[in-house]
T-cell receptor, first 114, second 113 residues
Framework: DADVTQTPRNRITKTGKRIMLECSQT?????MYWYRQDPGLGLRLIYY???????NKGEISDGYSVSRQAQAKFSLSLESAIPNQTALYFC?????????????FGEGSRLTVL | AQSVTQLDSQVPVFEEAPVELRCNYS??????LFWYVQYPNQGLQLLLK??????LVKGINGFEAEFNKSQTSFHLRKPSVHISDTAEYFC???????????FGTGTRLLVSP
């Protein structure tokens, strides 16, 4: 089983719908992240969390919100989806105190907004 | 702000040929450097990393990279590629003492027979 699990893996929705992408991890890491991947743009950070009570905006947080329900769970919500949020979304984790920056990624959630 | 530049969006190469994927970063302070690989329909996985010490870093699958501080580069190399190396490769940088990793835009390596 994967250490970082994302659900759903694929989702097609319509403009204006609320969407939640979920991430759970069994690595025991404190830090969790949500990234968005677009062709030619690489990965851009949406939100990150260093523990259950710590949530931080990344470089492209507008239109997104997150919830850290437990150390192992970090969900990303699109309150009202729009077509330019069509992308591949990745959850990632990393160590806390000994963090050198190495990230461990899930397999991605492909979202299409029509 | 730190940034990462991957000059080549796509690199086509024949099987068993050598390859170099270029990465340059901008930072005036100490950094950690990483290469990640993304195979089709998969997440990213770490290929290799430079934290300190020897400037030549060896990674998985026969890849290596050399940290060049004066040129602010961290190019990835493999002496002989396989079809299975076809993937997208991302360079990333993190300032020491800072929390976030910054990714380049990726280089797609296409290996043909």
């Amino acid at each position: 089983d994967a250490d970082v699990t994302q659900t759903p893996r694929n989702r097609i929705t319509k403009t204006g719908k609320r969407i939640m992408l979920e991430c759970s991890q069994t690595k025991g890491h404190d830090r969790m992240y949500w990234y968005r991947q677009d062709p030619g743009l690489g990965l851009r950070l949406i939100y990150y969390s260093f523990d259950v009570k710590d949530i931080n905006k990344g470089e492209i947080s507008d239109g997104y919100s997150v919830s850290r329900q437990a150390q192992a769970k970090f969900s990303l919500s699109l309150e009202s989806a729009i077509p330019n949020q069509t992308a591949l979304y990745f959850c990632a984790t990393s160590l806390g105190q000994a963090n050198t920056g190495e990230l461990f990624f899930g397999e991605g959630s492909r979202l299409t907004v029509l | 702000a730190q940034s990462v530049t991957q000059l080549d969006s796509q690199v086509p190469v024949f099987e068993e040929a050598p390859v170099e994927l270029r990465c340059n970063y901008s930072s005036s302070v100490s950094v950690y450097l990483f290469w990640y690989v993304q195979y089709p329909n998969q997440g990213l996985q770490l290929l290799l990393k430079y934290l300190s010490g020897s400037t030549l870093v060896k990674g998985i699958n026969g890849f290596e990279a050399e940290f060049n501080k004066s040129q602010t580069s961290f190019h990835l190399r493999k002496p002989s590629v396989h079809i299975s190396d076809t993937a997208e490769y991302f360079c990333a940088v993190k300032k020491t003492g800072f929390q976030k990793l910054v990714f380049g835009t990726g280089t797609r390596l296409l290996v043909s027979p």
